[in-house]
T-cell receptor
Framework: KAGVTQTPRYLIKTRGQQVTLSCSPI?????VSWYQQTPGQGLQFLFE???????NKGNFPGRFSGRQFSNSRSEMNVSTLELGDSALYLC??????????????FGQGTRLTVV | GESVGLHLPTLSVQEGDNSIINCAYS??????FIWYKQESGKGPQFIID?????DKRQGQRVTVLLNKTVKHLSLQIAATQPGDSAVYFC????????????FGKGTKLSVKP
């Protein structure tokens, strides 16, 4: 069974540009969550999508957005990039159904560097 | 404030010894507590979870203990091996927000051969 796949692995962008990151969840998983990891702030939740709908959202500005497709693949977009957006962006997939937590599997992340 | 935090940023142990990694949390509404291991250049890897109605759960070489009275979580690794060297994160999942994990800052475990 294939794991969570994130593309690209590495990305360098210039301030002011926008970027789109992709996440393919484990087959059969319907929930995809996105996290930002930095040395200073650690792992912070961005948002979660389940069945193409945003179900939860963290405390990030509106420049950070996402979407989920009918095959559960998800993309996140960051517009008007700032130097502080440099981070490892991780996505996690889980079954997601019901009310309780289900085990979340992480991808290897996309390392974004803003210059 | 409402947060999940770790007592120690680094832990160094001898190969073969047992390791204990601690975590404090402050929100009583959390339903699940989870431990993840992250090796350099990789995403977090699930180790073990425990539901809030349990005190202890064991896996292969790992045990998680939950003390709700003092809002404390710990991960015990038996017979620590060099391959256990990594950063360990505790995380909590709050009821009604199942896709949202709130992570602690992490503890770096170094195993000396």
């Amino acid at each position: 069974k294939a794991g969570v796949t994130q593309t690209p692995r590495y990305l360098i962008k210039t301030r002011g540009q926008q970027v789109t990151l992709s996440c393919s969840p484990i087959s059969g998983h319907r929930s995809v969550s996105w996290y930002q990891q930095t040395p200073g702030q650690g792992l912070q939740f961005l948002f979660e999508y389940f069945s193409e709908t945003q179900r939860n959202k963290g405390n990030f500005p509106g420049r950070f957005s996402g979407r989920q497709f009918s095959n559960s693949r998800s993309e996140m977009n960051v517009s008007t990039l700032e130097l502080g957006d440099s981070a490892l962006y991780l996505c996690a997939s889980s079954l997601g159904g019901g009310q309780g937590w289900t085990e979340a599997f992480f991808g290897q992340g996309t390392r974004l560097t803003v210059v | 404030g409402e947060s999940v935090g770790l007592h120690l940023p680094t832990l160094s142990v001898q190969e073969g010894d047992n390791s204990i990694i601690n975590c404090a949390y402050s929100n009583s509404a959390s339903d699940y507590f989870i431990w993840y291991k992250q090796e350099s250049g990789k995403g977090p890897q699930f180790i073990i979870d425990i539901r809030s109605n349990m005190d202890k759960r064991q896996g292969q070489r790992v045990t998680v203990l939950l003390n709700k009275t003092v809002k404390h979580l710990s991960l015990q690794i038996a017979a620590t091996q060099p391959g256990d060297s990594a950063v360990y994160f505790c995380a909590e999942n709050r009821r009604g927000s199942q896709g949202n994990l709130i992570f602690g800052k992490g503890t770096k475990l170094s195993v000396k051969p």
